[in-house]
């Protein structure tokens, strides 16, 4: 095959993938892998996570997330794998990620929230809290709304504890 043809035809290829992946395509799909084995995978990792088997649950994790990058499960446990590993930085990416595909979940706000304060950025976490609370309260998750108005009273005190530092 002539150069001209090899690149004529990576360039097609190239156009189906990405038409592949425009028009909602996955990996998953492209490597033939089904839902049943996205969700036993995902169990393994949600097992992992609880336990407390951190870093095994991450890779799980970013695996499916990197598999199916419209599942927002995945993102929710890649971040709070990190989140456990204290490894705060790298959680707020996967969070806001997974915000994205799911805006009215309030896990992803408060838990970014959480990140934000472990990372001393007050003013970030307040919005966070406050908007997960608005989320919970509008949507079904109660429990949530209460915890992150429960985080959002204790951040004035500790507003003012780094303040006075």
Do not use: W
Request: hydrophobic share 45%.
């Amino acid at each position: 095959m002539t150069a001209a043809l090899q690149t004529g035809a990576d360039a097609i290829k190239v156009e189906a993938i990405e038409s592949f992946f425009a028009e909602g395509g996955t990996f998953a799909m492209l490597r033939g892998v089904g839902a049943a084995q996205l969700e036993t995978l995902y169990a393994q990792a949600f097992g992992f996570y609880q336990a407390g088997r951190l870093e095994d649950a991450l890779t799980m994790f970013k695996g499916l997330a990197a598999l199916d990058h419209y599942d927002a499960r995945a993102f929710l446990g890649a971040a709070a794998s990190y989140q456990g590993l204290e490894r705060y930085q790298e959680a707020l990416p996967a969070y806001a990620y997974g915000a994205m595909l799911a805006p009215q979940d309030p896990r992803f706000c408060l838990h970014a929230a959480e990140c934000q304060q472990h990372l001393g950025d007050l003013v970030s976490a307040r919005s966070g809290y406050e908007h997960a609370q608005a989320l919970a309260e509008n949507g079904e998750q109660g429990g949530l709304a209460k915890r992150a108005q429960a985080l959002l009273e204790a951040l004035p005190q500790k507003e003012s504890a780094s303040h006075a530092h």
